[in-house]
T-cell receptor
């Protein structure tokens, strides 16, 4: 258990409303990631963070922003939700695996529906 | 840029039969390789990983995978599947030297166990 929680676990919202998803870790790992999962696409990286206030874009960052004001929390915000952002969102942390790389461990996911 | 191909979107197999799930990656640079499993309505769980050393890697639940550098493949195998192996399996690759430990993901393979 990598000590990752996500909230909320389920959310239904309307087009145009802002939405914030929270990822919380208990073990002070430096790297955190937000992915979205859609059928046929596997996981696609939205944003990642390599430290407090240090973030960068991933493959599908348009329409999303992130913030990390504390090591343990990584927030994903949809400024104005659209139906194309209906998806399952996963947070991950990176844990040292030796040999110069890390292994990613995942939270339970948030299912977001935008009507 | 690195890409990952999982050649089968679904693999149906009878219970107690052997199974192979195929994964190929595009770049011949040094890589780290991972297989994750996602049971229905759950998050992703690390199944096994290849970082270095022996090309045959053993993971949890009786799964193993073989790294083949010349064929840029990392196929997952199990000699006898059980109904509880019903899940979606994801292959992921990380390039050696990626300081942000980003993973490139395949689209996933659904393993369907027939009784």
């Amino acid at each position: 258990d990598a000590g990752i929680t996500q909230s909320p676990r389920h959310k239904v919202t309307e087009t145009g409303t802002p939405v914030t998803l929270r990822c919380h870790q208990t073990e002070n790992h430096r790297y955190m990631y937000w992915y979205r999962q859609d059928p046929g696409h596997g996981l696609r990286l939205i944003h990642y963070s390599y430290g407090v206030k240090d973030t960068d874009k991933g493959e599908v960052s348009d329409g999303y922003s992130v913030s990390r004001s504390k090591t343990e929390d990584f927030l994903l915000t949809l400024e104005s939700a659209t139906s194309s952002q209906t998806s399952v969102y996963f947070c991950a942390i990176s844990v040292s695996a030796g040999a110069g790389t890390d292994t990613q461990y995942f939270g339970p996911g948030t299912r977001l529906t935008v009507l | 840029a690195q890409s990952v191909t999982q050649l089968d979107s679904q693999v149906p197999v009878f219970e107690e039969a052997p199974v192979e799930l195929r994964c190929n990656y595009s770049s011949s640079v040094s890589v780290y390789l991972f297989w994750y499993v996602q049971y229905p309505n759950q998050g992703l769980q690390l199944l096994l990983k290849y970082l270095s050393g022996s090309t045959l890697v053993k993971g949890i639940n009786g799964f193993e995978a073989e790294f083949n550098k010349s064929q840029t493949s990392f196929h997952l195998r199990k000699p006898s599947v059980h109904i509880s192996d019903t899940a979606e399996y994801f292959c992921a690759v990380s390039d050696l030297g990626d300081s942000n430990y980003q993973l490139i993901w395949g689209a996933g393979t659904k393993l369907i166990i027939k009784p």
